[in-house]
């Protein structure tokens, strides 16, 4: 049997590859010579209310790059919990904000990780823009502050037939699918690239994703 490594001292490494200090994605220098984003290393944070598809568009750029690429769903990591998980469903309490900062670090370790190893990665989360508790701040101390944050928000009449295809803790009320909508409408005049896509396939939005992280590589919208 092959000998195990072993185990680090200081906690700063993860399998064979040193985590680098502070943030794993620093900011772009303006002066920097950017690569082509097919092939550039990026974080992406993909941002949505509920049944705008931030999933499905996330898994599919990340699927088609050509770099290695990961995809990582706050939604999954946070059903990672079973037993005492804080289902969306009930509201929003102490518990279920303590599940969501658990799983926006595991999200954040796990993206530095990859990106340490030399993988790409895109999130995707519902962050509001009127909740500073929960919002973008959180994402860049976890990630750095190169992370690229891009909003899509297709219609209210969207979101609600989507996310009346949804079953189980994904399933929202067509109430709080419309609050949701509503809130995010605050991103507008917010500087972040947004992206409606209404009426465009997967990947057609999937393209304009590329478009939005490609004019944030070189011209970083403030936030």
């Avoid at 550039?40 to 944070?45: D, I, K, P, Q, S």
């Avoid at 297709?154 to 949701?180: C, F, H, K, Q, Y």
């Avoid at 005049?189 to 944030?216: E, F, K, Q, Y």
């Amino acid at each position: 049997m092959p000998t195990p490594p072993p185990a680090p001292l200081d906690g700063g490494t993860t399998g064979y590859i040193q985590l680098p200090p502070g943030h794993a994605v620093p900011a772009p220098s303006p002066a920097a010579a950017l690569p082509d984003v097919h092939h550039a290393g990026v974080a992406v944070l993909l941002i949505g209310p509920a049944g705008a598809g931030k999933t499905t568009v996330a898994r599919f750029w990340a699927e088609r790059r050509q770099v290695p690429t990961a995809h990582i769903s706050l939604d999954d990591v946070r059903e990672w919990v079973r037993s005492g998980f804080a289902d969306p469903r009930t509201g929003w309490d102490d518990s279920s904000e303590a599940q969501y900062r658990l799983a926006r670090r595991t999200c954040g370790f796990a993206a530095r990780n990859f990106l340490a190893n030399g993988i790409s990665c895109i999130l995707d989360d519902a962050v509001f823009p009127d909740r500073p508790s929960v919002g973008l701040g959180g994402w860049k101390r976890h990630v750095g502050p190169g992370l690229i944050p891009v909003v899509l928000l297709p219609g209210l009449d969207v979101v609600l037939e989507r996310n009346a295809a949804r079953t189980g803790t994904r399933r929202l009320s067509d109430e709080e699918v419309a609050t949701i909508h509503g809130r995010m409408a605050g991103w507008y005049g917010s500087g972040l690239p947004i992206i409606d896509n209404s009426r465009h396939d997967v990947a057609t939005t999937a393209r304009m994703l590329d478009d939005a992280v490609t004019r944030s590589l070189h011209s970083p919208p403030p936030w």
